[in-house]
């Protein structure tokens, strides 16, 4: 089993940055790759960031391509979303979810960590 355990939301202005952290534990050796999700308040929840854990190939959503920067460490088993140039509508439930080897699911899931810009 793989655990995620997320850290680094908090309040910030908009234009402010903020880093996120996943620290994983457990059978990390089977994972294939990470990412950040998000969901926002009454809406769905949407991809935001990912990362292949072997190789680092990055992939972003529009939304947050340019602002933000997914990177991983593979000794800590830890992957960081650093988040420059906040808008108030990146406010959300940010989650790490990790994807294992021979499962195309992003089957484990984080706690989520509370992000909020204001104006």
């Known amino acids: 089993q793989v655990q995620l355990v997320e850290s680094g939301g908090g309040l910030v202005q908009a234009g402010g940055s903020l880093r996120l952290s996943c620290a994983a534990s457990?059978?990390?050796?089977?994972?294939?790759?990470m990412a950040w999700f998000r969901r926002a308040p009454g809406k769905e929840r949407e991809f935001v960031a990912a990362?292949?854990?072997?190789?680092?190939?990055?992939d972003y959503a529009g939304s947050v391509k340019g602002r933000f920067t997914i990177s991983k460490d593979n000794a800590k088993n830890t992957v960081y979303l650093q988040m420059n140039s906040l808008k108030p509508e990146d406010t959300a439930v940010y989650y790490c979810a990790a994807r294992l080897t021979n499962n195309p699911a992003w089957s484990k899931w984080g706690q989520g960590t509370q992000v909020s810009v204001s104006e």
């Open positions: 457990g059978r990390t050796v089977s994972m294939d790759a």
């Open positions: 990362i292949t854990w072997n190789y680092g190939k990055q």
